[in-house]
C-alpha cells in the first residue's frame, strides 16, 4: 500500500482525453497499412503530438488535441488518399473545459462513495456495540478500501510511465467496482463475525470469535475472488485492446480486495480491541 501511495505521488497519472481534452479516433483500413506509416503520417504531416496503437482487430486508435469538424473531414480525406479506403469506427473530442468539468466530477463521485460506504456500515452494524462499536467498524472498512485502491492505482502510475496509460472515466469506474467488490468481500466477514458475537456469550474473547468467523467464510471468499479473476483474465487475454488497463486494474484490485477482507481488515479488529483493552487497563 506504502509502494501504491508512493508511486501516485512521484509518477503520478497521464490523463486521457475524457480529463484533459483532446480527440480519441478509432479508424479501420480495408488494406491495413503498416502502423509506422500510419504514426508518422500524424506526426509528420498532420499532427506532433499524435500517439497511434494497433488493436488485435487491425484497427489503429489515434490520440489527438481536440479537432473541430472541418479538420476531422480534411484528416479522413488525407488519410484515404494515402492508405485508401477506411471505416470510422469512432470519433470522440472533448474540449479542455468539459475535461475539467468530468475530473472535478470524478474526484467528487469517488469521494461520496467512500463517505457513503462507511457511514452505511456504522449504521449496518448499530446493533453490535460491543466490544467493537459500529462505527469502528466503517473505518476498518475505509482504511481496507484505501488499501485496496491505493495498489491498483500505484500500478496504474507504473503503467502510464512504461506503457503511457492514460487515466479516463473507465479509471474511475474501475475504482468504484473495485471499492464495491472490496466492501462486499469485507462484509461477508464482518457479518458472520457480527453473527458469532451475538451468539457468543462470553464476547471478550474477540480473537478466537474473528478467527472461527475467518475459518467460516474463507471458502466462500475465495471462491468468489477466483471466479471473479477468471473472468477477467480471460477479458484481459481475449477482449478489446481499448479494455486492457480497465481490466488489468479491476484485476489487480480484486486480488488486493480478496486478501485484505481476510488479513487486513478482520485483524484490525482485534488490533483495535487490544489498544482499546490497553487503555482501559484490560475492562
Not at 509528420?44 to 482487430?57: C, F, G, K, P, Y
Not at 473505518?139 to 512504461?162: C, E, K, N, R
Amino acid at each position: 500500500m506504502l509502494a501504491g501511495m508512493i508511486s501516485v505521488i512521484v509518477l503520478g497519472f497521464k490523463p486521457g482525453i475524457d480529463f484533459a481534452g483532446g480527440t480519441l479516433w478509432n479508424i479501420k483500413f480495408v488494406n491495413v497499412p503498416q502502423i509506422s506509416d500510419v504514426n508518422n503520417f500524424f506526426k509528420n504531416d498532420l499532427h506532433d503530438e499524435a500517439v497511434v496503437t494497433e488493436s488485435q482487430d487491425s484497427s489503429f486508435l489515434v490520440r489527438l488535441k481536440t479537432l473541430d469538424e472541418a479538420a476531422h473531414k480534411d484528416y479522413s480525406k488525407k488519410l484515404q488518399d494515402k492508405f485508401g479506403n477506411l471505416n470510422e469506427l469512432s470519433f470522440q473530442s472533448l474540449g479542455p473545459s468539459i475535461g475539467a468539468e468530468l475530473r472535478r466530477n470524478a474526484i467528487v463521485a469517488l469521494i461520496l462513495v467512500i463517505v457513503a460506504i462507511s457511514l452505511y456500515i456504522a449504521f449496518a452494524f448499530r446493533k453490535v456495540s460491543k466490544p467493537i462499536s459500529s462505527w469502528q467498524y466503517g473505518f476498518i472498512t475505509l482504511i481496507t478500501l484505501f488499501h485496496d485502491v491505493a495498489i491498483p492505482a500505484g500500478v496504474f502510475a507504473w503503467l502510464s510511465l512504461f506503457q503511457g496509460a492514460e487515466i479516463d472515466t473507465n479509471f474511475i469506474v474501475a475504482m468504484l467496482v473495485i471499492m464495491g467488490f472490496s466492501v462486499h468481500d469485507t462484509i461477508v466477514v464482518f457479518d458472520r463475525i457480527r453473527e458469532n458475537l451475538t451468539l457468543a456469550r462470553d464476547r471478550s474473547n474477540l480473537k478466537f470469535i474473528v478467527n472461527k468467523s475467518i475459518n467460516e467464510t474463507f471458502a466462500r471468499s475465495l471462491n468468489t475472488s477466483l471466479t471473479l479473476v477468471v473472468v477477467l483474465v480471460g477479458m484481459l487475454i481475449l477482449g478489446p485492446e481499448t479494455l486492457k488497463y480497465f481490466t488489468l486494474t479491476i484485476l489487480v484490485g480484486v486480488v488486493a480486495g480478496a486478501y485484505s477482507s481476510i488479513f487486513v481488515a478482520s485483524p484490525l479488529l482485534t488490533v483495535w480491541y487490544d489498544l482499546k483493552m490497553k487503555r482501559h487497563g484490560g475492562k
